[in-house]
């Protein structure tokens, strides 16, 4: 048996009961739910979003393929009337693969460690509830060690790019924090892309602007240490997108 970790969330009529709920769904001879963690509610990323979240985290273990247990979480979500069809938008129940063992996989269909589930706060959160020493195994971090690097002030952020000039990139930063309280304890720095990366930083943005976006997949793949990939063919949509990080990180 595989042992697993699911972030759980939703902001249409998602409650303690409705996770209790999918996990009863999701039980089988090859699917054992350990443990559940308490409800988290928290603040809705991206513009689409709507309301407030609630957030919590399961541990599984599953004698099943990755694949199939993706297909088998996205059978209970449909049972709930799931909706695809806006990205980063409302929903009712959505279950993310985040860990499944110690294995890296990157596919079409499945990239696990779920790329972006190191630097969420409403993944991290309920993870460190119920399984606090689980690894991430490219970071090589437990989810207790993963979440208090998210939480240190002022958060040390690098951000660089090779299609944007220092000019450019110091005047979206600027922009972001004009925009709010979302980033004000934040602490960004314009850097070199060439330039090795701070141990004391949490995370370097590489920011690229052009027509071909170069992610071809919906989830993008693992980096091997803490970067993270923003492209656009539209400035303002770069903003949008690196403003939704810190909305995660930050919690």
């Not at 209970?76 to 695809?84: I, K, P, T």
């Not at 690894?135 to 437990?142: A, F, G, T």
């Not at 993270?228 to 997108?241: K, Y």
Request: glycine share 4%; net charge negative.
């Amino acid at each position: 048996m595989t042992q697993c970790l699911i972030a759980l969330g939703g902001n249409i009529n998602a409650s303690e009961t409705v996770f209790l709920e999918a996990m009863r769904r999701l039980e089988r001879p090859e699917i054992v739910v350990k443990q559940l963690s308490r409800p988290f509610v928290t603040r809705p990323v991206g513009s689409a979003a709507g309301q407030e979240y609630v957030n919590a985290a399961a541990v599984l273990e599953c004698a099943l393929e990755s694949v199939t247990l993706l297909n088998t979480l996205h059978e209970v979500e449909n049972s709930f009337g799931r909706e695809r069809t806006i990205h980063w938008g409302p929903r009712t129940l959505d279950l993310d693969l985040c860990l499944f063992g110690d294995e890296v996989i990157e596919s079409p269909t499945l990239v696990v460690p779920h790329p972006a589930m190191w630097y969420r706060r409403f993944v991290l959160d309920p993870a460190v509830q119920i399984a606090a020493q689980m690894r991430h195994p490219i970071l090589r971090q437990s989810m207790e060690e993963l979440r208090e690097a998210a939480i240190v002030r002022p958060l040390r952020i690098e951000v660089s790019s090779g299609t944007l000039s220092d000019s450019e990139m110091a005047s979206m930063v600027e922009r972001l924090k004009a925009k709010g309280d979302v980033i004000r304890e934040v602490q960004i720095a314009v850097v070199a892309e060439s330039s090795s990366v701070d141990a004391h930083v949490f995370a370097r943005l590489l920011i690229e602007h052009g027509k071909e976006d170069r992610r071809t997949r919906r989830q993008p793949p693992n980096e091997s240490y803490r970067q993270i990939r923003f492209h656009s063919d539209s400035v303002g949509s770069l903003e949008q997108e690196v403003n939704q990080f810190f909305a995660a990180v930050l919690g």
